[in-house]
């Protein structure tokens, strides 16, 4: 079968490489936010719909549901979080590639794990593996956006101001830290590991001011 030659020089290395490089420009950051905002909207819908109700119109009865529903107010401010911040991220990007759509699946891939660590830790709250487990996912989650950004700064290499609003994210470093220590923490008292998660919950209630002072996203 004989193959045209223009086809043949559009499948060369050196044609795939130059569309690879090209690409970047003609992604459109909006899609990839779209995208992100819906699994995240199904994560949060999926963990409502595991929360059960108490067995008895008493006190006692939702004594028993506490620890679940705590832990899903845990869980649902941790995706609010990253839902926030990502999208001040993608706001504030101008051009994606195909590793920054790759880094964001391996983020949205932690976060979907979320309703199975919630769900475990809701009903063995007191044992230290399902609190090591969510601890587990808070930080693969924690490493997979600190990849995500990383992977924008590459592909916006050439913009200063996307390089000064992401920075070197001292913060998300540390929350990794405290995520890394708290898994171990937890076979010493699982309450401990849950202090270290509220900590650092807390302390991203505020979203990344790198990002929302950023001229880029400020224009959007």
């Known amino acids: 079968m004989n ?3 223009t086809f043949e020089r559009n499948l060369s290395p050196a044609s795939l490489v130059t569309c690879w490089s090209e690409r970047p420009e ?6 990839l936010e779209a995208f992100s905002d819906g699994v995240m909207a199904v994560i949060i819908t999926i963990m409502a719909f595991e929360l059960k109700t108490p067995r008895a119109p008493t006190m006692h009865a939702l004594g028993g549901r506490l620890p ?3 832990i899903y107010i845990l869980s649902f401010v941790f995706v609010g979080i990253y839902w926030n911040n990502h999208h001040h991220l993608l706001r504030a990007t101008q051009r994606i590639n195909g590793a920054v759509m790759w880094s964001n699946l391996h983020l949205l891939f932690w976060l979907s794990l979320i309703p199975f660590a919630t769900g475990w830790v809701g009903v063995a709250h007191q044992r230290a593996l399902p609190a090591a487990v969510y601890g587990a996912v808070a930080l693969g989650a924690g490493v997979a956006y600190y990849t995500l950004s990383r992977a924008i700064l590459r592909a916006n290499r050439d913009d200063a101001a996307i390089s000064d609003a992401i920075g ?3 913060k998300g470093i540390a929350s990794t830290v405290v995520y890394a220590a ?4 937890a076979y010493v008292s699982p309450y401990i590991s849950y202090a270290c998660y509220v900590a650092v919950a807390t302390s991203w209630l505020i979203p990344d001011r790198r990002l929302t002072r950023s001229p880029v996203a400020t224009e959007q």
């Open 68 to 70: 679940s529903l705590l």
């Open 3 to 5: 193959v045209p030659a």
């Open 26 to 31: 003609a992604m459109d950051p909006r899609r």
């Open 168 to 170: 070197r994210d001292v």
């Open 182 to 185: 708290a898994i171990a923490l």
